[in-house]
């Protein structure tokens, strides 16, 4: 529990135990019976799974005019006209891209703030054919990559998920939007990332099978804006027998973090490395999952933030806590009114 990233090997070599085959095949027939979104169809991939420790990040510059961050991340997190400006003020374009075996993946563009980072990647069929073959949309097929991010840009303990888009089933291109979110700042840094063989999941035989061989590896400098602003300090709540003491939450146009500390130490079962006991499932939902986080926008809506991932640190008999996540639209900060943590609300304020 005290390494988030012990599942990399086990991961990029894509072996799979009979319950991480159930759970794939739950995830896949999951995805299959979710609605597409003409925005952003989200089907959520294997890759690097629950050890995505940081934003899987690229290489080598590419020629020519690179698009803008609105271009690559408008289809994906809304295109109002608040959201594209967001965008164009926090997103870099990137352009760094490998290629092999007639597959070339291409990092497009990132955005972030101090704790949370978005970054999206275009995998192209140099053929110019199309890119998923025939009963194999994203709406039929789970995606899987081998491969790891490269850890020496995120540090600490960090968290994050990825998903396929494809935009036009017919063309020679799908994307990769990854995020990444962390317990320390991570604006600025050199990233790396590998990325291994492309493959789907066969629901009917329970195994990944193969659907684009090859070895990628890219780098590239990270340095973003961060728009971020910070509230609250010292303000407490009490629940589960817990007493909880806010150290910081701040909130951005792309995501949500919140810092705070218990009055106890949370005590760590001896399961084997990169396996959950129930007790530790226990300890985490009480300390984590169970920390209400609400965002409330101008208009009334309310979004739940409470499912967000994190980390606990026992240190000196309290637990240094801190969750956050990357929400699924970019929302302007004019347009949030409040959010709250533990029952604490905190008004936003609008320059």
């Given amino acids: 529990m005290s390494d988030l990233f012990d599942y990399k090997k086990e991961m990029s070599e894509l072996r799979f135990t009979e319950i991480q085959k159930k759970a794939l095949a739950e995830a896949?027939?999951?995805?299959?019976?979710?609605?597409?979104?003409?925005?952003?169809?989200?089907?959520?991939?294997?890759?690097?799974?629950?050890?995505?420790?940081?934003?899987?990040?690229?290489?080598?510059?590419?020629?020519?005019?690179?698009?803008?961050?609105?271009?690559?991340?408008?289809?994906?997190?809304?295109g109002a006209a608040a959201q594209t400006e967001v965008i164009d003020k926090i997103g870099r374009p990137i352009g760094a891209s490998d290629t092999d075996n007639g597959i070339t993946i291409t990092a497009e563009a990132i955005m972030g703030d101090q704790y949370n980072a978005v970054i999206?990647?275009?995998?192209?069929?140099?053929?110019?054919?199309r890119f998923l073959p025939e009963g194999k949309g994203l709406d039929e097929t789970y995606l899987m990559m081998g491969g790891y991010g490269g850890a020496s840009w995120v540090k600490g303990g960090a968290h994050g998920g990825s998903w396929f888009v494809d935009e036009d089933p017919e063309d020679n291109q799908i994307q990769l939007v990854e995020t990444a979110s962390s317990n320390v700042a991570m604006t600025k840094g050199t990233a790396n990332a590998s990325f291994e063989d492309l493959q789907y999941?066969?629901?009917?035989?329970?195994?990944?099978?193969?659907?684009?061989?090859?070895?990628?590896?890219?780098?590239?400098?990270?340095?973003?804006?961060?728009?971020?602003?910070?509230?609250?300090?010292?303000?407490?709540?009490?629940?589960?027998?817990?007493?909880?003491?806010?150290?910081?939450?701040s909130v951005s146009p792309i995501a949500v973090r919140?810092?705070?500390?218990?009055?106890?130490?949370?005590?760590?079962?001896?399961?084997?490395?990169?396996?959950?006991?129930?007790?530790?499932?226990?300890?985490?939902?009480?300390?984590?999952?169970?920390?209400?986080?609400?965002?409330?926008?101008?208009?009334?809506?309310?979004?739940?933030?409470?499912?967000s991932g994190g980390s606990l640190e026992p240190k000196d008999g309290a637990t240094i806590c801190a969750k956050g996540r990357v929400f699924d639209e970019i929302i302007a900060l004019e347009d949030m009114a409040s959010i709250s943590v533990g029952g604490v609300t905190y008004e936003i304020p609008h320059n």
Wanted: proline fraction near 4%; hydrophobic fraction near 40%.
């Fill in 120 to 129: 999206v990647y275009t995998l192209t069929r140099d053929d110019g054919e």
């Fill in 28 to 78: 896949a027939a999951s995805a299959a019976r979710t609605p597409a979104k003409r925005r952003r169809p989200v089907f959520r991939t294997a890759l690097i799974a629950a050890a995505m420790a940081a934003v899987l990040v690229v290489g080598s510059s590419a020629a020519g005019i690179l698009p803008s961050p609105a271009e690559i991340f408008t289809p994906l997190f809304g």
């Fill in 201 to 249: 999941w066969n629901a009917e035989t329970e195994q990944a099978e193969l659907l684009y061989p090859g070895k990628w590896k890219l780098r590239f400098e990270v340095d973003y804006e961060d728009c971020s602003v910070r509230l609250g300090g010292g303000e407490t709540f009490s629940q589960d027998g817990l007493n909880f003491t806010i150290d910081e939450v």
């Fill in 258 to 307: 919140a810092a705070y500390t218990a009055d106890s130490a949370v005590v760590w079962s001896d399961a084997p490395s990169g396996r959950q006991s129930e007790e530790d499932a226990r300890q985490t939902h009480r300390y984590l999952d169970n920390v209400e986080i609400l965002l409330t926008k101008t208009d009334g809506t309310v979004i739940d933030l409470s499912g």
